[in-house]
Structure formats: structure tokens, C-alpha cells
């Protein structure tokens, strides 16, 4: 009877100990090793304004640093810009969001606020499939991760590519329930087909959560 209590015990050690870091890491490499567009050679709109900013910061010695794209934010019928910076936790495998926001209208006037959001891919990540108005979308979802910066809980996040802009790497982060809020960006990199390599990490985690 010992013997079995002790074996449930081990198994339940190792069920809650899933490593997740081989997937961190491959995100980490898709990341570092994609060549960042110039935002300004393929996103002009009207007026020859571009439609995102992008800023590639690397550290002293040229390597990676972390990436800030301008995306949006939206919290019930209000919205505005943000500025989303993506960079990682290496000790803890974080994939972390900084974001500076501004939301309001005309009406009601304008908010400026600040959040960090910590991803984590864990045995409640999952991946899906859908559908926009342009086309396939390929995704992995996030959910139970870690408290932001300040104080927000029970949120979820999703990054999710696009078939047809392979060289297009999308984040959301939202509210859950009742709480109506996101935050959202777009990254940018050259002649990349990130399809391929996401691929890669949504059947990793398939197959560890299998």
C-alpha cells in the first residue's frame, strides 16, 4: 500500500513539473533570429505616414534586447494607441508585454496608463485555427499566467500568425468575463515565413499536453 501511495505521489510530482521551457526557448529563437522590418519600407498609408513604429533595441554587444511596435488598446466603447514592447525573462521564461496606453475619446477625454503582462506558456496554454476577413490565422492561446504589473489578474493573452502575412507576429491580451479590455500589436520582420517555425511550437505543446 506504500508503495503505490508513493508512486501516485511521484506521478503527481512529475505531472505538475511539465517542462515548458524547450517552447519558450524556440519562441526566444524565432524572436532573436528574424531580421526586423523597417517599418517605413512596407507600411506607408495615407499621407506617406507609416503605419506602425518599430524600434529593435539590442544590448551593448549588438544581441537582442527586446522589440516595441505601436498598436491599440481598447476598454468598452473607449480605445486608443499604445506602444508595446516585447522582451523576455530568461531566469523565468517570461514572455513580457510593457505597454504604454492612451484611452478615451473626444468626449470624455484621455487616459494615459502603464501595465506589464507576463505570459507563460504552462499546461494551460492551447493552440486553435481561425478565420478572419483576410484569411487563416494560426494561434496559441495563454491563460492562468502571472499578475501584471499592476495588479491585473485572470486576463489572457493570445500570439497568433497569418497566412497570408507570414512575416506578421500578432499579440492580444484581454480581459476575462465580464471585463472588456485589450491590448493588442503587430511585429514586423523581413522576408521571414514565421508560419514554419510557429508551427513548430504549437505541436510542442501539443504533445506535451497530450
Known sequence: MKNKFLILVLLGIVSSCTNYTPVFDEFVDIIES???LNPVESMMIDYDTPRDIMIYNTDSEGSF?????????SSGNLSGPSSVNLSFDKEENLIILTTQNTTGSIYSG???????YYLEFNKESWTYDDDD???????VGFS???TTLRGT???????RVFEDRPNVLSVIVFGGGNSDWSVSSRY????????????KIREMINEIND
Open 34 to 36: 528574424s531580421d526586423p
Open 65 to 73: 534586447n527586446s522589440i516595441t511596435s505601436r498598436g491599440s488598446n
Open 110 to 116: 484621455y487616459e494615459q496608463w502603464q501595465d506589464t
Open 133 to 139: 476577413t483576410s484569411g487563416k490565422r494560426y494561434g
Open 144 to 146: 492562468d499566467i502571472p
Open 153 to 159: 489578474t485572470g486576463y489572457r493573452a493570445n500570439i
Open 188 to 199: 514586423y520582420f523581413k522576408g521571414e515565413n514565421l508560419i514554419e517555425k510557429f508551427q
